[in-house]
């Protein structure tokens, strides 16, 4: 498990970043409609077969997407489904806090580890919303991560780069 002090840093460094993504969902206007801030696309340290669990609950699972961004859609209550631009499956996903009040590996059975590593913002404008959400570390330098193997539930990928706080690479998460 990562120690308290390194999962802060790692979750500011996270939220810091800027990749644009979009997440789906079905509104009036056409294209994306939500954006997700992270440091680096693709090429994370991992190629993520997806050869973890199928059989996951809650985050990580595929769902099927519901009427606009931020939606439950098909995933358990307290869950989102996400549609990640640049991804490789829906999946679900909740609202989390970093630092020492992530809660996203509360539960997490899959390989990898949960953790608050998404800040994505939705719409534009006055009704724009903004929400951290729970990803997946699936591969860490270090050993700050036991079950961080490569690998990512169902078809998701290990291609999303994890920086520090200078911009160095340090792992992946799934997308």
Request: proline residues 3%; glycine residues 20%.
């Amino acid at each position: 498990m990562m120690s308290r002090l390194f999962s802060v840093a790692f979750v500011v460094a996270v939220a810091s970043g800027a990749v644009v993504v979009a997440c789906g969902g079905s509104d009036s206007k056409n294209g994306p409609d939500a954006k997700v801030f992270l440091d680096g696309h693709g090429g994370g340290s991992g190629s993520g077969s997806g050869s973890g669990s199928n059989n996951v609950t809650g985050l990580g699972q595929h769902c099927t997407q519901g009427s606009g961004a931020f939606d439950q859609g098909s995933c358990p209550g307290g869950y989102v489904c996400l549609n990640l631009n640049g991804g490789h499956d829906t999946w679900c996903s909740k609202a989390c806090t970093a630092g020492s009040a992530d809660t996203c590996n509360t539960g997490y059975t899959g390989p990898g580890e949960g953790a608050c590593v998404y800040r994505i913002s939705a719409g534009s404008g006055s009704g724009a919303q903004t929400m951290q959400l729970c990803g997946i570390v699936c591969a860490l330098q270090g050993s700050g991560c036991p079950n961080c193997n490569d690998t990512c539930p169902g078809t998701l990928q290990c291609s999303a780069t994890l920086t520090s706080g200078s911009g160095a690479a340090v792992g992946s998460a799934c997308l």
